[in-house]
């Protein structure tokens, strides 16, 4: 299996920056899609931004576009969502996420928790007012 970890998360005040980072190994993690998802609390897990294995397909949730980057390492077993001019409702837990191409059937599928079977284990972003 892909073993996803993230870091990068805190607290900063409305309008700062983060970055948060995934650093992804396992046997099989060539040819994956990267994935960023968030959780506020009483909410479902929403998609935030996607990137492909080549970095050549990058899809990004409405409310993140503009202000969010998601990309990924040379080496592709690092990806990064950089995040600026954040308001207090980013905040939620930040899940990095993996599919395997195969789970990826048509282009609607990157945007569902269900396509992906790996997960980090979440890194909090608390954006104060």
């Known amino acids: 299996q892909v073993q996803l970890v993230e870091s990068g998360g805190g607290l900063v005040q409305a309008g700062g920056s983060l970055r948060l980072s995934c650093a992804a190994s396992g046997q099989a993690f060539t040819g994956y899609t990267m994935a960023w998802f968030r959780q506020a609390p009483g909410k479902e897990r929403q998609f935030v931004a996607t990137?492909?294995?080549?970095?050549?397909?990058?899809y990004y949730e409405d409310s993140v576009r503009g202000r969010f980057t998601i990309s990924r390492g040379t080496a592709k077993n690092t990806v990064w969502l950089q995040m600026t001019s954040l308001k207090p409702e980013d905040t939620a837990v930040y899940y990095c996420?993996?599919?395997?191409?195969?789970?990826?059937?048509?282009?609607?599928?990157?945007?569902?928790?269900?396509?992906?079977?790996?997960w980090g284990q979440g890194t909090q972003v608390t954006v104060s007012p």
């Open positions: 996420a993996a599919a395997p191409f195969s789970r990826l059937g048509d282009a609607k599928r990157v945007f569902s928790t269900s396509t992906y079977d790996s």
């Open positions: 990137i492909s294995w080549s970095g050549g397909s990058i």
